[in-house]
């Protein structure tokens, strides 16, 4: 119901998703081949993902982290995936 853009490296389940991996919180909100984050919860989100439709930023508003990510433009070591 919701989609999200990382901006800094996330490990889920073992899987280490680079930044700019954007994923949705079930199937039938994704677009294309995004990633897929089953048992997503307001509890999930960290302070490196932006939300990208209302009820992410719904979401967001619910998490510890209502202002939304602490660095909106990462640059350096932050952004390279590896």
Do not use: K
Request: glycine share 8%; hydrophobic share 40%.
């Amino acid at each position: 119901m919701a989609r999200f853009q990382i901006i800094r490296t996330h490990i889920v389940n073992s899987i280490a998703y680079p930044p700019g991996t954007t994923f949705a919180t079930d199937v039938n909100s994704r677009l294309g081949d995004e990633r897929v984050w089953f048992g997503f919860t307001v509890d999930d989100i960290s302070d490196a993902m932006i939300p990208l439709d209302d009820m992410a930023r719904y979401m967001v508003s619910l998490s510890r982290y209502p202002n939304g990510p602490s660095d909106p433009f990462p640059a350096g070591a932050s952004s390279i995936a590896g």
